[in-house]
């Protein structure tokens, strides 16, 4: 099954959602029966928020905001077993999170439920799932630990890198291999060529999709292109962008600027990047995932 036309709809982990620092240390230091012992103990204790918890809530409020059938969901994909998770469901009934569906894999990966649900976008903090989902065409993004961020209203804000995120890796290849020179070059010589599509194009699409229905006034979602490129290699990607009749509210073009100060800025509750040093510097910023995606994270 492929993402459903009715919904957008964003799976998401468990320690994604709230923090579950502590269980995860049980289960790695004691096992399976000690972190089910200690969660089913503590199952009425309220989990702390996790990093993707505001991005859930802002995601969520679009529903009311709508009116009519929900457009989008969160769907919980668990490694807990049902009996362990019910502190998530819990948790999640505390804080009035619209979240009904999941699955619960007892210790299993549950990358392979992304498809049968119909999930534009999987975010979790177990790279493997990541990579697992990446492979079956979904967007998805491995959530970096960060610090504390202020969230200033209701408006999602999603931040995107570019090459290998966006867009194929094309170019990146050319850079990787002959450097900034050959890149620029190869870029201005291609600049009315489209640039391939990369693992985030269609949830893109489906976040526009979504915006269309409130018109450009009073819209609770905008998008930003957050790149290291700078002219003239911006001119593909816009030229791109409009190749695919696709528009982004904002676009930075940075030059090799860091990005964490622009993120801020701009307001992101979340931010797409293909580099782990990016994503690592960007977290400090805003709630950051990491894409294990192109020539960046190819093994050596």
Same mark, same amino acid.
């Given at each position: 099954m492929s993402a459903r036309p009715d919904k957008l709809v964003i799976a998401i982990?468990?320690?994604?959602?709230?923090?579950?620092?502590?269980?995860?240390q049980v289960f790695e230091e004691q096992g399976l029966q000690a972190f089910s012992r200690y969660q089913v103990e503590r199952e009425n204790d309220i989990l702390q928020k996790g990093d993707a918890f505001h991005l859930v809530e802002k995601f969520l409020k679009i529903n009311s905001q709508l009116g009519g059938e929900p457009?989008?969901?969160?769907?919980?994909?668990?490694?807990?077993?049902?009996?362990?998770?019910?502190?998530?469901?819990?948790?999640?009934?505390?804080?009035?999170?619209?979240?009904?569906?999941?699955?619960?894999?007892?210790?299993?990966?549950?990358?392979?439920?992304?498809?049968?649900? /119909?999930?534009n #976008?999987?975010?979790?903090?177990?790279?493997?799932?990541?990579?697992?989902?990446? !492979?079956? /065409?979904?967007?998805?993004?491995?959530?970096?630990?960060? /610090?504390?961020?202020?969230?200033?209203?209701?408006?999602?804000?999603?931040a995107f890198d570019g090459d290998a995120v966006i867009f194929s890796d094309e170019a990146e290849q050319v850079y990787k291999r002959d450097g900034l020179a050959a890149f620029t070059e190869a870029e201005r010589a291609s600049a009315q060529m489209p640039l391939g599509g990369g693992p985030f194009k269609g949830f893109l699409e489906a976040l526009q999709k979504l915006q269309a229905e409130f018109g450009l006034q009073?819209?609770?979602?905008?998008?930003?292109?957050?790149?290291?490129?700078?002219?003239?290699?911006? !001119?593909?990607?816009?030229?791109? #962008?409009?190749?695919?009749?696709?528009?982004?509210? !904002?676009?930075?073009?940075? /030059?090799? #600027?860091?990005?964490g100060e622009f993120l801020r800025a701009f307001g992101a509750d979340v931010f797409f990047d293909d580099q782990p040093a990016h994503c690592a510097s960007a977290a400090e910023h805003v709630a950051t995932g990491h894409v294990p995606h192109g020539i960046a994270n190819s093994e050596a």
């Open positions: 982990s468990s320690r994604a959602l709230f923090n579950l620092k502590d269980s995860h457009r989008v969901e969160v769907i919980l994909l668990s490694r807990n077993s049902a009996d362990t998770g019910l502190r998530v469901f819990n948790s999640i009934e505390h804080y009035g999170l619209d979240i009904t569906r999941a699955a619960f894999c007892n210790g299993e990966s549950p990358y392979r439920y992304i498809a049968p649900f /119909g999930c #976008l999987f975010l979790s903090t177990d790279g493997v799932d990541v990579r697992r989902a990446l !492979e079956q /065409g979904v967007a998805a993004a491995t959530l970096v630990a960060g /610090g504390h961020r202020e969230h200033r209203d209701d408006v999602l804000r999603f009073g819209c609770p979602i905008r998008t930003a292109l957050v790149t290291a490129r700078s002219a003239p290699a911006h !001119e593909r990607v816009i030229r791109t #962008l409009r190749a695919w009749d696709i528009r982004v509210d !904002e676009s930075v073009f940075l /030059g090799g #600027l860091p990005k």
